[in-house]
């Protein structure tokens, strides 16, 4: 019986090493191609005016959604940070949902607000609009004022009423670079089958933030927060780069996403009744544009900046990333016909495929071969000797791929130039291994339970508590040096 088990044991983690094997090497592969990727937008970067197409009267204009829900803290500085966008033509509409707070009363006071009458251009439904307020000292400032509904209700009721033929979705966290429209407007103008792009985000944590500008960039003090921005890393040099040179990308995130207005009124917008409404917009726009037989370019731009606030206490991130997580589960769930179809491409053929067995089941196979290997070295099943090589590889392969992004990070951009700022996220790369991915993967297995009690009782949204730009984060947080 003992052997049994024994043998039970060595087939049970001998298939989730292969697991991870299979994954690490997709994660090379993504890395080698997002390098090259990067390494070709560098070379090819001084050839192309983003300044002028800026400057430009024949540039697309845009209107940038700013949908807000208890953003008192931060929506000011988010405001005066995109009126400083190097962008000629463009339209900042905040849309207040339902605020409980002094969001809108932070509006009216900052950039004296007051109420107009203007026409619905789209047919999309959304809460009740209550006012329109535009500033009379700076015309470009909107407010579309609503009875809450949650943020994919406040983008619909703001591209119901948006005036361009762009839209860019942003967080009311957000500030962007003064010449991030201009780099993603170029993609439209240069590839006109394109029907949306992405850029990279960034956490701003712990940055010199004055007036709605950043004037210096810094990593804080506090280690969850420099997890979150190796994470982002990651995720954007190390992921979303390489699935939009290979044509597959599926996610563009909430956060910044420049869109074409008229793709988006086409799909009806964005999904009301998921809380992953920004990846799910996606899948819909590939969805449909490739059934009507419509070009669908959706692509990710590495060099425009966004920042935004991450969470620094350890109960709001987890209530991220368990949303996150149950946006993932939702929208692989509605878009299930999609997969292993070849009606829709590469997306339907191979990233979805993906996304199921690495990211909806994956961080299960992670703690269930983590229990089994754990199971396994208790009852002798393997020496002591053979679980030290296995984890140090582990611990090793994640180091390689952590470093290599930061390296790209460093050699193509130099966001962080300071030594002390490079040093706090070696550390974290050195310690991520080792308790914060399994964590993570329990967080998102325990999303499987909340999305269950989210259908019986209605949508947890997650609600993320704002401390404002450049604040100091909470003592309570560890420390790196």
Request: aromatic share 10%.
């Amino acid at each position: 019986m003992t052997e049994v088990l024994h043998e039970g044991l060595r087939v049970v983690t001998g298939l989730t090493l292969g697991y991870f094997v299979v994954l690490n090497l997709i994660y090379t592969g993504l890395l080698v191609i997002g390098w090259r990727a990067v390494e070709d937008y560098v070379r090819r970067r001084p050839l192309r005016d983003y300044e002028a197409v800026g400057r430009s009267p024949l540039s697309m204009p845009v209107t940038i959604l700013v949908p807000a829900y208890n953003e008192g803290p931060v929506i000011a500085d988010a405001v005066r940070a995109l009126l400083g966008s190097q962008f000629l033509e463009l339209e900042i509409m905040v849309v207040n949902d339902g605020s409980t707070d002094d969001t809108l009363d932070v509006m009216v006071r900052e950039f004296g607000m007051v109420s107009v009458e203007r026409v619905p251009r789209a047919r999309i439904p959304s809460a009740a609009v209550r006012q329109v307020l535009v500033s009379p000292t700076e015309s470009r400032v909107v407010v579309v004022d609503k009875a809450n509904g949650g943020k994919a209700d406040a983008l619909n009721a703001g591209l119901t009423y948006a005036r361009y033929p762009l839209v860019c979705a942003i967080d009311g966290d957000t500030l962007l670079d003064p010449g991030a429209l201009a780099r993603l407007v170029w993609e439209f103008q240069s590839a006109p089958e394109t029907v949306a792009v992405g850029g990279i985000v960034r956490i701003v944590n712990g940055s010199d933030v004055r007036a709605g500008r950043l004037l210096e960039v810094r990593t804080p003090k506090g280690l969850l927060v420099n997890m979150q921005i190796l994470e982002y890393l990651r995720a954007f040099l190390g992921g979303r780069i390489a699935w939009s040179r290979l044509g597959m990308l599926v996610i563009i995130s909430g956060a910044f996403g420049l869109f074409r207005r008229d793709a988006l009124v086409e799909v009806g917008g964005w999904d009301t009744t998921t809380v992953g409404e920004d990846a799910e917009l996606i899948l819909r726009l590939h969805r449909r544009r490739r059934e009507a037989g419509q070009p669908c370019r959706v692509t990710f731009f590495p060099d425009p900046i966004c920042w935004t606030e991450a969470p620094s206490s350890l109960r709001v991130l987890i209530r991220q990333r368990d949303r996150w997580q149950r946006g993932t589960i939702e929208m692989l769930q509605r878009h299930r016909a999609m997969i292993g179809r070849r009606r829709y491409g590469a997306v339907g053929m191979i990233a979805l495929p993906y996304f199921v067995v690495f990211e909806l089941f994956g961080p299960t196979i992670e703690l269930l071969g983590l229990l089994a290997f754990g199971v396994a070295l208790a009852v002798g099943a393997f020496s002591p000797t053979y679980a030290v090589v296995f984890m140090l590889i582990t611990v090793v392969y994640g180091l390689v791929l952590s470093f290599g992004v930061l390296l790209m990070e460093q050699r193509a951009f130099r966001r962080y130039p300071d030594w002390r700022d490079l040093r706090r996220l070696i550390l974290v790369a050195l310690l991520e291994n080792l308790i914060w991915r399994q964590f993570m993967s329990f967080v998102r297995v325990r999303s499987w339970w909340t999305l269950w009690r989210g259908r019986r009782h209605g949508h947890q949204w997650g609600e993320m508590t704002r401390v404002g730009f450049g604040a100091p984060a909470e003592p309570a947080n560890k420390e790196a040096p």
